[in-house]
Structures are given as C-alpha cells and as structure tokens.
C-alpha cells in the first residue's frame, strides 16, 4: 500500500514539488506540470506529452534534452485538464507547432482534444499521437481503440528525437505514428495498487492467482489464470506478443526490435530480471534481433503488483532515433551536448485568473449559477458511495471520488471568482477548470467541457435566458461528442446527455419557461439513465469487461441525470 503521505489530497502537489526540487537542473514547474529547464533549439516541434499521476517514471520523469519538452500532470489516475496541457504547451512552444502524446483513455482524449483546439485557435500549430499499444485493450480490427500502456516511451522517445533532429511538425507525427504503430504490449498483474490515504486496494486478485491483460489505472485483468513461474510468464508474454507482428514486419527471423520489461510498482529489478532472462532466450530463439531492451519500472501503477512486456519493432530511422542521446530525471541514454538553463521570466504563460469585464445583469446571474453548483455538490456528496459502487461493477470504481473532488473545486472557485466580480460566463468557466484540474479522468473532462460549453454559451454581458442555456446544453452535448466519440447506444453519460438536450430545446422552442422546460427534460433523463442497465459499454474503460456491467446503469448517466433533477428545483 501507499505508506508515506501527508493530506492524500496534497499527494500529487506535495510530490511534484519535491520531484522538482530534486530535479531542478532537468526540469522547471509551470502551471499544470513541468517543463524543460534547458533552452531547446529556435524554432523547433515541441513534444508535450502527460497524463495521470501515479505512473511515475511517466509523465514528468521523461522530461528534459532529447525527451519530451514538457508534461501535463493530472490527478491520481486521472487526466489533466485541458487547462493544464494548454498552458504546459505554451510554455514549451519554441515557435514550430506542439506536439501532444498520451496514452488512449477517455478523459486524456476529451482534455488534450480540447487544449489543442485552443492553441489552434490562438495560432500555434498542434497534432496529437494518442498511444495504442496494450493488445489485451482491443483487437487488432479495432487497434484505435487501444490503450497507452508501456509503449507510451517508445512513442514518446522517437517523437522527441525527431524534432531534436529538427523535423516540421508533419515528419515528427509521422515518425511518432510510425512507432505507435510498431509497438506492442502485453500486461499481468498480481495484486492492484492502493491510493493514498485508501483503505484498501482497487482490486485484488484471488490467492496463488494472477489477472492477464490489464491497464495502468488500477483496473482488473480480462481473466485469470494460477500464478506462473518466471520462465513460465515469458512465455506467456512472448507467445502473445508475437503472434502479432506490425505491418512491414512478415517474420520475427531477422526482424529487429527494442524490448522493454515493465514493473508497475512492486515487481522490483531482480525479479524481472529472472523473468527478461528467458525473455531474452524466447525472442532469440524466434530469430529476433534484440536492439537496446530496457529492464525497469517504465510507467507504473503507484503500488501494483504486476508487470508488462513491449515488442518495439524498428526500421533504420526508428532504431536511429531510439538510440539518439536523451537526459531526463528518469530514463537517460547516451551523451547530450550540455545547454544554457532556461530563463523562467521569458516564458509565456498565460494568467489562468484574470476576471474579464461583465454586465451587472451578468454578475447578478452569477449568483444563480454558484447556487447551481453548490446544488450539484450536495448530490454528489449524498451519493458519492453509490456512485464508485455502480462504475465499480465494470470500471475502477472512481466515479464518485473523482465527481466529488470535481464538485467541491468547481464550488469554491465560483464562490471565489463571484467575490471577485466575475460575469455568470466566467463564473461557469472558471468553476469548469476547477472541476476538471482537479477530478480529472473522463468524468473530469466532461464536466469541464460541459461548463465551458455552457459558460461560452451565457458569456458575460446579458442575463441568461432560456434559448441561451438551452443552446449551452446542445453545445456541450457536441463537444462530448466530439472529442470522446461516445454516442447514444455506447453506455455513456451521453444516453442522457442527448435526450436531455432534446427535450430541453423542444420545450424551450415551443415557448416553455426555463424552469418547465428543464423539468421536462429531467423526467427525460431519469428514464434514459434507468434504460442504460440494458446496454454494454461500447467505449472507455469498461469495455473490455462489459458482460459485467450489463443489468447495471452506467454511473456518469445517474449522476448526470440525478444532477438534471436536482438544479430544477434551483431554476
């Protein structure tokens, strides 16, 4: 388990500022997550990469020369807010467009998707590479649809180099697909991992026996099997990983691939080193031509027991840019040419808390929109439990943690912004930002998305009328869409979320006040999140258990539509 904390709340906080404490000579503290504290090259792709916390060497540790320009820190297990990944990639810009990277999972793609809209807009070139690596996340008929697991450093890795190397933004995404593409992993586990200042672990598994295929967020395996012995376990990983090899490769005999061997937190160097010993004699035995294997903890799962392999298929560019010299706190090959430190006071970082002018008529709306928000996090706490039982049937069970850490942020910044003289616009904006930096994960995006949606919607110069709020609510249902490719039928919050909306603009069209027309919609949505217990997940984190959750509502649909009820009453 987690033993050394102070507030659990702190953990992330307290952690990043002691690893940059550590690390100063490599890295620099921006909001959001850090930074190279080395000057890089004019006019050069900058590689920002990130996630969840709790993964450590990855995000942060893989920042520095040759590495990635910068990383977005998130929540335990939970993706940083878009917020975030856009001021750490303003900071890291060095003027040739920003690269995003990260592992496929439902909120990283809602919050990096919305953060590189923004830097569009503002006019700086940004692409996104999401990692695909973990087969055991899909089949290969759906390889979009996998996750980031381990391969996340040989993706990362390339990407980097190839802007070192100084490629236009377009030659370093295809060098970082070309090894996403290329890259293979396959995990176990034996134990789940523990959050700080939890009583038990996310999961466990039975006595003498072992879950296989797995993510790096605390979830279960998609089956079980006796524990193996160590030649055993290579041969399991081995036999799956090479029963799939990468288009362009037609043999393992005279391929040639990197190898990486991942602990996740409580397998330690020697055991994984008796498990890469017959690794090693598999692979060789296939014809294989190892390049360079790494044997370590790559990206963990805070305390989990439990271990992955990587195949990483190169060709000559590939295997060049994988060797290419990297410095970073965590993973460091090679020799760099030592570089000037960065100048913190020439960076561009935007102030997250600047309060635009508003209308009076808007300020006193904001009063109406904090009320709604204190009204949502009075459900959530009342059902917090509930609502961690219900995704804990298919998922890892955070839902109401993560809505609750939301909620309560989202509060206290509106609270204080609305002190400040913020418009209802800004208010709903700001609270948005809140909820998603600090619930992060799928549940967090949306939220933030959601509010954001809403509060471009009201804006702060008029009082909100229903069409308004009413276009907010079909513009965040858009947006959701858009950026977490979820639709009606996929076991979402969207079952609800679309329904709602419909109703809502109906009602509202025919001429329904606000309050009546948002009834209505809230009798809609009851009925949609009770009809999601028939469905099976079709996208996000419980797909790969999704039998599991059938006869189970999902948890983002109840606590949306308990939410819609509650703010009726507000209206």
């Given at each position: ?24 000579n490599?890295?620099?503290q921006?909001?959001?997550?850090v ?30 020369q040759g590495?990635a ?19 750490v ?7 040739a467009?920003?690269l ?13 998707g919305?953060a ?13 590479v999401?990692?695909i ?8 008929e ?21 802007a ?9 995404v ?16 034996f ?20 879950a ?17 012995t ?14 799939e ?36 004699q598999?692979?060789?035995e ?22 992955s ?5 190169l ?37 997250p ?5 508003a ?33 804990a049937?298919?998922?890892d ?9 939301g909620?309560?942020?989202a509060?206290?910044?509106a ?23 600090r619930?992060?994960?799928?549940s967090?995006?949306?939220?933030g998305?959601?509010?954001h ?7 702060d ?17 858009d947006?959701i869409m858009?950026f ?11 079952d ?28 809609r ?13 079709k ?33």
């Amino acid at each position: 388990m987690t033993r050394l904390f102070n507030d659990p709340i702190a953990f992330v906080d307290e952690a990043t500022e002691g690893f940059v404490a550590a690390h100063a000579n490599r890295v620099h503290q921006v909001p959001g997550g850090v930074i190279r504290s080395t000057k890089s090259e004019p006019n050069t792709v900058a590689v920002v990469i990130g996630g969840g916390s709790g993964h450590y060497p990855a995000f942060a540790g893989l920042v520095g020369q040759g590495l990635a320009h910068g990383a977005a820190m998130g929540n335990l297990f939970a993706s940083p807010s878009a917020q975030q990944i856009y001021t750490v990639a303003r900071a890291a810009n060095n003027g040739a467009g920003v690269l995003l990277s990260y592992g496929n999972y439902a909120g990283d793609v809602l919050h990096f998707g919305q953060a590189r809209d923004r830097l569009i807009s503002e006019g700086i070139p940004c692409e996104m590479v999401k990692v695909i690596d973990d087969v055991s996340s899909a089949s290969l008929e759906e390889i979009q649809k996998r996750r980031g697991i381990a391969g996340d450093l040989t993706v990362f890795k390339i990407a980097a180099a190839a802007a070192e190397a100084g490629y236009s933004l377009e030659e370093v995404v295809r060098a970082a697909e070309s090894a996403n593409l290329r890259t293979r992993s396959f995990g176990v586990a034996f134990d789940g991992c523990t959050l700080p200042g939890a009583e038990d672990a996310l999961f466990h598994v039975p006595e003498g026996r072992m879950a296989v295929g797995l993510g790096i967020h605390g979830e279960p395996g998609i089956s079980e099997q006796d524990i193996p012995t160590a030649n055993e376990l290579a041969e399991l990983l081995v036999k799956r990983l090479l029963e799939e090899l990468p288009e362009g490769v037609s043999s393992a005999r005279g391929a040639r691939a990197s190898v990486l061997l991942n602990g996740l937190g409580t397998v330690k160097y020697e055991e994984l080193f008796v498990v890469y010993r017959r690794v090693n004699q598999l692979l060789k035995e296939a014809g294989l031509e190892i390049v360079e294997p790494e044997v370590g903890e790559l990206v963990t799962s805070l305390d989990m027991a439990g271990a992955s392999l990587t195949l990483f298929w190169l060709d000559d560019e590939l295997e060049k840019f994988w060797a290419a010299p990297c410095d970073t706190p965590a993973y460091s090959k090679g020799s760099v040419v030592a570089v000037e430190q960065l100048d913190a006071a020439e960076l561009d970082i935007p102030d997250p808390d600047a309060i635009p002018d508003a209308s009076d008529e808007s300020r006193d709306a904001a009063a109406k929109v904090l009320a709604a928000l204190e009204t949502t996090y009075k459900v959530i706490e009342e059902n917090e439990e509930e609502f961690g039982r219900i995704d804990a049937v298919a998922g890892d069970g955070d839902h109401g943690i993560g809505m609750a850490r939301g909620g309560k942020a989202a509060v206290e910044k509106a609270r204080e912004v609305k002190e400040r003289g913020a418009g209802a616009g800004t208010t709903l904006r700001m609270a948005g930002d809140a909820w998603a930096d600090r619930a992060g994960g799928t549940s967090g995006a949306i939220w933030g998305a959601a509010l954001h949606s809403l509060a471009m919607a009201i804006g702060d110069e008029k009082k909100p009328d229903a069409a308004r709020i009413a276009q907010g609510v079909r513009d965040a249902r858009d947006n959701i869409m858009h950026f977490g490719k979820a639709k009606v039928g996929d076991k979402t919050l969207v079952d609800v979320l679309v329904p709602f909306s419909e109703v809502l603009s109906e009602r509202v069209e025919a001429g329904d006040d606000l309050a009546t027309a948002w009834q209505a919609g809230a009798d809609r949505a009851e009925q949609a999140a009770k009809d999601t217990a028939d469905l099976v997940p079709k996208i996000g984190r419980a797909r790969p258990l999704a039998e599991k959750s059938k006869g189970t509502p999902d948890a983002g649909a109840v606590s949306l539509s308990m939410i819609i009820r509650a703010v009726a009453d507000v209206l």
